[in-house]
């Protein structure tokens, strides 16, 4: 019988890296917040750095057949609400969430009190491989890419990606990061020049970084 995998495991995967990846899994992930309970690691928080987009996994269990199913659900919360659309505006979004979720392990459902939207793919953690784990992962960030560019919202897609990178930054710079190693880190990983770089770590190091945390 094939073995189970635990959300240890899919941690360590993200986290073990390497510096010319191949694979998505193999990009150098940063954890930034975990959940543990009873029985072990039960939530990852972790950003993809070359994008970036935050990723939450989620361990449940569910019974099929009167066998218990240990699942992970990894999801990426979007800031697009529907409860302010008029009628009219929330049926397009709707249909084009249908459209969404008949991609292959694709889901797409509304969370919270304003009805955001989200994007998921559920794993079965009995027997997943890495291979299967990265192809999964592949197909999150495509669906959310996807979804962001069907309702034609680019600029919100964008205001978040700002949002994770100054989160992605302020990890790194708790952990040690010297300047000079964030400043590389945004001109290779996002394609910056220098100097917008180096005024993007002085607002976060300076009066400006809880106004650029949370804006």
């Known amino acids: 019988m094939a073995g189970m995998v635990s959300l240890e495991v899919l941690r360590d995967w993200l986290r073990e890296g390497v510096d010319d990846p191949s694979t998505i899994v193999d990009v150098k992930w940063v954890i ?124 919100t897609l964008n205001m978040e990606l700002w949002r994770n990178l100054a989160i992605l930054l302020s990890n790194y710079m708790q952990s040690g990061w010297t300047r000079e190693q964030l400043t590389r880190f945004l001109v290779e990983k996002a394609g910056m020049s220098r100097e917008e770089a180096e005024k993007i770590i002085d607002t976060l190091m300076g009066e400006g970084r809880k106004g650029m945390l949370y804006m």
């Open 32 to 155: 930034t917040g975990e959940k543990r309970g009873e029985s072990g690691l039960e939530q990852i928080t972790a950003i993809f750095p070359d994008l970036p987009i935050r990723v939450i996994i989620i361990g449940f269990q569910v019974e099929e057949m009167g066998d218990k199913l240990n699942l992970a659900r990894m999801v990426v919360e979007t800031p697009i609400d529907t409860i302010s659309m008029d009628l009219k505006d929330r049926e397009r979004v709707y249909r084009k969430l249908l459209s969404i979720s008949r991609m292959p392990v694709v889901k797409s459902y509304l969370y919270g009190d304003d009805l955001n939207i989200a994007v998921a793919v559920d794993l079965n953690l009995r027997g997943l491989t890495k291979e299967e784990f990265n192809d999964s992962l592949a197909m999150l960030l495509a669906g959310v890419l996807h979804l962001y560019k069907e309702l034609g919202m680019e600029e």
